[in-house]
């Protein structure tokens, strides 16, 4: 197993060689000039020429990448073009509200999404099956600030149980980051919950037509029993991608819910740091996200050792 | 089946429960109501967890002693001489003093300065600081300080290189006197460093006043009311501002910029809410306590509130103009320019931005705004007036080639996104070509500086918005510079305009001064380096529990406090 594990850690190096370049190239060939942003409206043209230099923009794409490569294997990612704070500073602020809103949201996901598929599966084609079907297709197909919007005006504005929005962090209380991200992981649960039911009612169903369910059934076990204990973790593997696929993408993928709930996560830095072009902390993060997305990856594929017995050898 | 027990004091958790599941496990218990849930340590830590959401839920979220603000942008640098950007200007002005400030009459009274001596012949100003000022690193402030956060701001700012041109010297003549000698009469002089607007000539320790201002300020050490706290500073996020111990307000009552500055709030958070709507409800809750712009589609969302005000800043005035490129065809002729003018008229853009609020927004053709000293109405003509056939002749006259007028349809800024799409239909009536091209704004900002032609990344016209402070004066009015290639964006040229903005800046006569200002609006618009489009009066939303707030086109915020209940 430690072989494998390095094995995976290994592959993951031409990857993020791959990303680096490419993100590089994708982020200086497009068009918008941040010297000319940081100078604002009333800049001279030696202004900008003498703020261009010093981010070393008068140079070729290739010199600005040899800089940028070789400070970040040494793990210096450069500093904010604007608030010369040091990128690795800027994702740390930001990665304890990201971490909290996807833990929190995945919580609620699980809890809520695997017995209902299980229990739509276990009652396939019936009423009960198609209520929670089709609340999963509306929770899929309601855009989240829709729902958002719907959340904040009835929990925040009128019934004033939690905050319109913020993020407080833990070293305020677990309880007051809890009610502040209440809401976001709600209206984030509503669409991840659609999607994991319907995955888990699909590998669940698949389960229950196998013949040890039916030995299982004629030795007079309970359907509880046998659907908790015996279907659902055989029916686990699908499940857990899933749910893998579905932190990677809140870990920096849900702008939208940032915004309108005001969660200073990463997302936001990494959309607030395209509009500005501060290419430092776009490549930063990018390199970040292929980090975590390689970890994540990883440690789903490790996860299905515990589902599937045949993956352990 | 399932049933979901609700229980509303502890608000969510005992979610779901299974009956008909078989038979009971252990791990199930049932209570009075037939609601069943997890037994055992998962049910006790769920209710722990479910009491601490409860109790953290039950205050409201407001805290009085904080003043929480919500401006246009996010505060990512703390040097206002590395950059124009009014959202960093606005928190400047919490951090840093200033030698001079204007106050509510628009005219310049000593800040920091506890006194200026003028010679006769008007060449020597000798300036004296005042007792008691601090540094929020604890060091006293020197006129050494001053001498070099001068020069530094005289490097950049347009009003300030054009009084650093006519310097003699400058110098510490000791700890607290500082004299600038001008080589000729300046008028300006005492205006230039009380200016209130972009670049502001803040004062900052020598050490960090060397530094290049091209390379930003990081250290946010400044000798003003309030104090950044930079640990907690999350850009993008938060900027949490605390109360300087060591500040000494002058005696005089707050006018403006100028008079004795109270910090009334022992902490200030300037918000970065990126969604208005968040915003917006945030205020009506009392999360936040003031933002600084609500559009005008959202002030329905005010009535009948009794939390929140939303009113006209009118002060802050705004504007809309279409800036002209004069190096690129079709508008390097002057008569396409006035047919450009004929082309539009103000309305539709207003309507377009403000819909029918028409209390948002004023009619106006004066070059240096409406409702101001040097207000104007001559040479307005063409500026006022639609003439579609008479833009046609014009461009018949001209020998219009049908050029295309390349334009770049910026749709992340609300306001110019309904802008430009009112811009294209108008010009198309009156006999333009137009190639229409979508773009951000960090797009057309960096291709606004492009002399190149069009097909080479050039451009021919753009959106913008000067504010009301930078456009009543006519020495930062950039339009009135007639610079040629050093000016602003667009480079028209005029030697007349230079002439006149050099003869302005020599006198104090206000007669005078208002004689050049109607000359210069006179050529102005017989130059076109922009289309005036109106000028607006955004709303700013305020919390209905303060009071003392100063009405100013920058907004302050010292004097303000929570109104006792």
Same mark, same amino acid.
């Given at each position: 197993?430690p072989?494998?594990?390095?094995?995976?850690?290994?592959?993951?190096?031409?990857?993020?060689?791959?990303?680096?370049?490419?993100?590089?190239?994708?982020?200086?060939?497009?068009?918008?000039?941040?010297?000319?942003?940081?100078?604002?409206?009333?800049?001279?043209?030696?202004?900008?020429?003498?703020?261009? #230099?010093?981010?070393?923009l008068?140079?070729?794409?290739?010199?600005?990448?040899?800089?940028?490569?070789?400070?970040a294997?040494?793990?210096d990612?450069?500093?904010?073009?604007?608030?010369?704070?040091?990128?690795t500073?800027?994702?740390?602020?930001?990665?304890e509200?990201?971490?909290?809103?996807?833990?929190?949201?995945?919580?609620?996901?699980?809890?809520v999404?695997?017995?209902?598929?299980?229990?739509?599966?276990?009652?396939?084609?019936?009423?009960?099956?198609?209520?929670?079907?089709?609340?999963?297709?509306?929770?899929?197909?309601?855009?989240?600030?829709?729902?958002?919007?719907?959340?904040?005006?009835?929990?925040?504005?009128?019934?004033?149980?939690?905050?319109?929005?913020?993020?407080?962090?833990?070293?305020?209380?677990?309880?007051?980051?809890?009610?502040?991200l209440?809401?976001?992981?709600?209206?984030?649960?509503?669409?991840?919950a659609?999607l994991?039911?319907?995955v888990t009612?699909?590998?669940?169903?698949?389960?229950?037509? #196998?013949?040890?369910?039916?030995?299982?059934k004629a030795?007079?076990?309970?359907?509880?029993?046998?659907?908790?204990?015996?279907?659902?973790?055989t029916?686990?593997?699908?499940?857990?991608?899933?749910?893998?696929?579905?932190?990677?993408?809140?870990?920096?993928?849900?702008?939208?819910? #940032?915004?309108?709930?005001?969660?200073?996560?990463?997302?936001?830095?990494?959309?607030?740091?395209?509009?500005?072009?501060?290419?430092?902390?776009?490549?930063?993060?990018?390199?970040?996200?292929?980090v975590t997305l390689?970890?994540?990856?990883l440690?789903?594929d490790?996860?299905?050792a515990?589902?599937?017995?045949?993956?352990?050898? | 089946? &399932?049933?979901?027990?609700?229980?509303?004091?502890y608000?969510t958790?005992?979610? !779901?429960?299974?009956?008909?599941?078989?038979?009971?496990s252990?791990?199930?218990?049932?209570?009075?109501?037939?609601?069943?849930f +997890?037994?055992?340590?998962?049910?006790?830590?769920?209710l722990?967890?479910?009491?601490?959401?409860?109790?953290?839920?039950?205050?409201?979220?407001?805290?009085?002693?904080?003043?929480?603000?919500?401006?246009?942008?996010?505060?990512?640098?703390?040097?206002?001489?590395?950059?124009?950007?009014?959202?960093i200007?606005?928190?400047?002005?919490?951090?840093?003093?200033?030698?001079?400030?204007?106050?509510?009459?628009?005219?310049v009274?000593?800040?920091?300065?506890?006194?200026?001596?003028?010679?006769?012949?008007?060449?020597?100003? *000798?300036?004296?600081?005042?007792?008691?000022?601090?540094?929020?690193?604890?060091?006293?402030? *020197?006129?050494?300080?001053?001498?070099?956060?001068?020069?530094?701001?005289?490097?950049?700012d347009g009003?300030?290189?054009?009084?650093?041109?006519?310097?003699?010297?400058?110098?510490? *003549?000791?700890?607290?006197?500082?004299?600038?000698?001008?080589?000729?009469? +300046?008028?300006?002089?005492?205006p230039? &460093?009380?200016?209130?607007?972009?670049?502001?000539?803040?004062?900052?320790?020598?050490r960090?006043a060397?530094?290049?201002?091209?390379?930003?300020?990081?250290?946010?050490?400044?000798?003003?009311?309030?104090?950044?706290?930079?640990?907690?500073?999350?850009?993008?996020?938060?900027?949490p501002y605390?109360?300087?111990?060591?500040?000494?307000?002058?005696?005089?009552?707050?006018?403006?910029?100028?008079?004795?500055?109270?910090?009334?709030?022992?902490?200030?958070?300037?918000?970065?809410i990126?969604?208005?709507?968040?915003?917006?409800?945030a205020?009506? *809750?009392?999360?936040?306590? +003031?933002?600084?712009?609500?559009?005008a589609?959202?002030?329905?969302?005010?009535?009948?509130?009794d939390?929140?005000?939303?009113?006209?800043?009118?002060?802050?005035?705004?504007? !809309?103009?279409?800036?002209?490129?004069?190096?690129?065809?079709?508008?390097?002729?002057?008569? &396409?320019?006035?047919?450009?003018?004929?082309? !539009?008229?103000q309305?539709?853009?207003?309507?377009?931005?403000?819909?029918?609020?028409?209390?948002?927004? @004023?009619i106006?053709?004066a070059?240096f705004?409406?409702?101001?000293?040097?207000?104007s109405?001559?040479?307005?003509?063409?500026? !006022?007036?639609?003439?579609?056939?008479a833009?046609?002749?014009?461009?018949?006259?001209?020998?219009?080639?049908?050029?295309?007028?390349?334009?770049?349809?910026?749709?992340?800024?609300?306001?110019?996104?309904?802008?430009?799409?009112?811009?294209k239909?108008?010009?198309?009536?009156a006999?333009?070509?137009?190639?229409?091209?979508?773009?951000?704004?960090?797009?057309?900002s960096?291709?606004?500086?492009?002399?190149?032609?069009?097909?080479?990344?050039?451009?021919?016209?753009?959106?913008?918005?000067?504010?009301?402070?930078?456009?009543?004066?006519?020495?930062?009015?950039?339009?009135?510079?007639?610079?040629c @290639?050093d000016? +602003?964006?667009?480079?028209?040229?005029?030697?007349?305009?230079?002439?006149?903005?050099?003869?302005?800046?020599?006198?104090?006569?206000? @007669?005078?001064?208002?004689?050049?200002?109607?000359?210069?609006?006179?050529?102005?618009h017989?130059?076109?380096?922009?289309?005036?489009?109106?000028?607006?009066?955004?709303?700013?939303?305020?919390?209905?529990?303060?009071e003392?707030?100063?009405?100013?086109?920058?907004?302050?915020?010292?004097?303000?406090?929570?109104?006792?209940?």
């Amino acid at each position: 197993m430690p072989a494998y594990i390095l094995g995976r850690l290994a592959a993951a190096i031409p990857t993020l060689l791959l990303v680096s370049v490419f993100i590089f190239l994708l982020v200086h060939l497009a068009p918008g000039d941040p010297a000319l942003l940081i100078a604002g409206d009333n800049a001279s043209p030696a202004q900008v020429d003498q703020i261009r #230099e010093r981010l070393h923009l008068d140079q070729s794409l290739p010199a600005q990448f040899v800089i940028w490569f070789s400070n970040a294997i040494q793990l210096d990612l450069g500093a904010s073009v604007y608030s010369g704070k040091p990128v690795t500073v800027l994702i740390a602020q930001r990665i304890e509200p990201t971490f909290m809103l996807a833990a929190y949201t995945m919580v609620l996901t699980v809890l809520v999404a695997i017995p209902l598929g299980t229990i739509a599966a276990w009652r396939a084609n019936g009423l009960v099956d198609r209520t929670i079907m089709a609340f999963s297709v509306a929770g899929f197909s309601v855009p989240v600030f829709v729902t958002s919007y719907l959340l904040v005006y009835l929990f925040a504005v009128k019934l004033r149980w939690f905050p319109v929005q913020g993020y407080k962090p833990l070293s305020d209380g677990i309880g007051a980051t809890l009610v502040s991200l209440t809401l976001p992981s709600i209206a984030l649960m509503l669409v991840f919950a659609a999607l994991i039911a319907r995955v888990t009612r699909a590998a669940v169903l698949e389960v229950l037509q #196998e013949n040890f369910v039916r030995t299982l059934k004629a030795k007079g076990m309970s359907t509880g029993r046998i659907l908790v204990l015996h279907v659902l973790k055989t029916a686990g593997v699908p499940i857990v991608t899933v749910i893998g696929i579905g932190f990677a993408a809140l870990i920096g993928g849900v702008v939208v819910t #940032e915004s309108v709930f005001n969660i200073p996560g990463i997302g936001r830095l990494t959309v607030d740091a395209i509009v500005r072009r501060d290419y430092p902390v776009v490549q930063g993060i990018i390199l970040f996200f292929s980090v975590t997305l390689i970890l994540i990856n990883l440690m789903v594929d490790l996860s299905y050792a515990l589902f599937d017995p045949r993956v352990r050898g | 089946m &399932i049933i979901v027990c609700f229980h509303v004091k502890y608000v969510t958790l005992r979610v !779901l429960s299974i009956r008909n599941f078989g038979e009971k496990s252990d791990l199930f218990v049932e209570d009075a109501k037939g609601c069943v849930f +997890w037994e055992d340590k998962l049910k006790k830590s769920a209710l722990l967890l479910t009491a601490a959401l409860a109790t953290a839920a039950a205050p409201a979220f407001a805290d009085d002693s904080v003043l929480r603000l919500r401006m246009n942008g996010d505060i990512n640098s703390v040097d206002p001489i590395s950059t124009t950007n009014y959202t960093i200007r606005n928190a400047s002005y919490l951090i840093y003093d200033v030698l001079f400030a204007l106050d509510e009459n628009f005219e310049v009274q000593p800040q920091m300065a506890e006194s200026v001596e003028v010679s006769e012949d008007d060449l020597v100003y *000798t300036i004296t600081l005042r007792d008691g000022l601090t540094f929020h690193d604890g060091s006293p402030v *020197t006129a050494e300080d001053a001498v070099a956060s001068l020069t530094r701001w005289g490097k950049v700012d347009g009003l300030g290189k054009i009084m650093f041109s006519k310097m003699e010297s400058i110098a510490a *003549t000791d700890d607290k006197t500082l004299v600038i000698t001008m080589a000729e009469p +300046w008028a300006q002089v005492l205006p230039a &460093i009380g200016k209130i607007s972009s670049n502001i000539p803040v004062i900052m320790p020598k050490r960090l006043a060397e530094q290049d201002p091209g390379d930003p300020v990081i250290e946010p050490i400044g000798s003003g009311p309030f104090r950044l706290l930079v640990d907690e500073w999350v850009p993008g996020s938060i900027a949490p501002y605390e109360k300087f111990e060591g500040y000494v307000p002058r005696d005089e009552p707050a006018s403006m910029a100028a008079g004795g500055k109270l910090a009334n709030f022992d902490r200030i958070e300037i918000v970065n809410i990126p969604d208005t709507s968040t915003a917006i409800d945030a205020l009506l *809750t009392g999360e936040i306590d +003031w933002m600084e712009e609500v559009p005008a589609d959202m002030l329905p969302l005010f009535e009948g509130q009794d939390e929140a005000v939303a009113e006209p800043a009118l002060q802050s005035g705004n504007s !809309l103009q279409l800036v002209v490129n004069h190096l690129n065809p079709p508008f390097d002729d002057p008569k &396409i320019r006035h047919a450009l003018q004929l082309a !539009l008229e103000q309305e539709p853009f207003m309507q377009s931005m403000n819909g029918d609020n028409t209390e948002l927004y @004023e009619i106006c053709g004066a070059v240096f705004f409406c409702n101001t000293p040097f207000e104007s109405d001559v040479n307005t003509d063409r500026v !006022l007036t639609r003439d579609v056939e008479a833009a046609k002749a014009l461009l018949e006259e001209a020998g219009y080639d049908g050029t295309p007028v390349h334009i770049m349809h910026v749709t992340d800024i609300a306001g110019q996104d309904a802008a430009y799409s009112v811009l294209k239909p108008m010009l198309e009536e009156a006999g333009f070509v137009v190639d229409e091209q979508i773009a951000d704004w960090a797009t057309v900002s960096t291709r606004r500086a492009s002399k190149e032609p069009v097909a080479d990344g050039g451009w021919n016209v753009f959106f913008t918005g000067w504010g009301y402070v930078d456009q009543i004066n006519p020495m930062t009015n950039v339009y009135v510079a007639g610079a040629c @290639e050093d000016g +602003w964006f667009g480079w028209a040229c005029s030697e007349e305009l230079q002439e006149l903005r050099e003869r302005f800046a020599a006198t104090n006569d206000p @007669e005078e001064q208002k004689a050049l200002a109607i000359r210069m609006q006179e050529i102005t618009h017989d130059l076109v380096p922009y289309v005036p489009l109106g000028q607006v009066y955004p709303s700013q939303g305020l919390s209905t529990d303060l009071e003392g707030y100063i009405e100013s086109p920058v907004p302050f915020f010292w004097n303000v406090s929570r109104a006792e209940n």
